[in-house]
């Protein structure tokens, strides 16, 4: 019982870790991005840098949500399951 816990917090650490990693990481490249974007006459241009933001920032909203929000759903499920 102990092992499969210890298991569990090990599998939810590791993917807070990854969601912080991919976080930074969209951090860092948007910012290049947006850079890049001003730096190259982009104020009196389209901020096409919002599209891949955007379609970026969808993806860490579902990675945050499925580590840190429904992370317990299916563990709930199962035990609620368990005991009928």
Not at 20 to 35: E, M, P, R, S
Not at 49 to 59: H, L, R
């Amino acid at each position: 019982m102990k092992e499969e816990r210890d298991s569990e917090l090990w599998q939810q650490a590791k993917a807070r870790a990854d969601f912080k990693i991919h976080l930074t990481t969209y951090l860092v490249i948007n910012g290049i991005i947006w850079l890049t974007w001003l730096f190259t006459g982009g104020i009196h241009r389209y901020p096409w840098p919002i599209w891949p933001t955007m379609g970026w920032g969808i993806g860490i909203i579902f990675n945050y949500l499925s580590v840190y929000r429904f992370r317990n759903t299916v563990e709930k499920e199962y035990e609620k399951l368990k005991r009928e």
